[in-house]
Nanobody, 121 residues
Framework: QVQLVESGGGLVQAGGSLRLSCAASGSIFSINAMGWYRQAPGKQRELVARITSGGSTNYADSVKGRFTISRDNAKNTVYLEMNSLKPEDTAVYYC???????????????WGQGTQVTVSS
């Protein structure tokens, strides 16, 4: 079993900041990439930010310069620092870990339960 637990969502005014966290636990052998995705009502889930095991990052154009993704390998945790938030950032945010479990040879994607971020204008 692998569990991903997210925290840090909430309601914030435009221009404000939030920090999301996602911690993985369970029968983990290794973690490859970690990422944050979001899904707004009526829209498809989209990539927000991604970080590889080596620390390379990539961001959606809409969040570049405002959001920062980071990871703590010792804690199996990924973070998303969100600054200068806009109403269009309102969505449910999901973390995703590409990891290999102790029981398997292959790596798979595992998802958090989602956390709501609402930005008021």
């Amino acid at each position: 079993q692998v569990q991903l637990v997210e925290s840090g969502g909430g309601l914030v005014q435009a221009g404000g900041s939030l920090r999301l966290s996602c911690a993985a636990s369970g029968s983990i052998f290794s973690i490859n990439a970690m990422g944050w995705y979001r899904q707004a009502p009526g829209k498809q889930r989209e990539l927000v930010a991604r970080i590889t095991s080596g620390g390379s990052t990539n961001y959606a154009d809409s969040v570049k310069g405002r959001f920062t993704i980071s990871r703590d390998n010792a804690k199996n945790t990924v973070y998303l620092e969100m600054n200068s938030l806009k109403p269009e950032d309102t969505a449910v945010y999901y973390c995703m870990f590409n990891l290999r479990r102790l029981e398997y040879v292959m790596s798979y994607n595992y998802w958090g339960q989602g956390t709501q971020v609402t930005v008021s204008s």
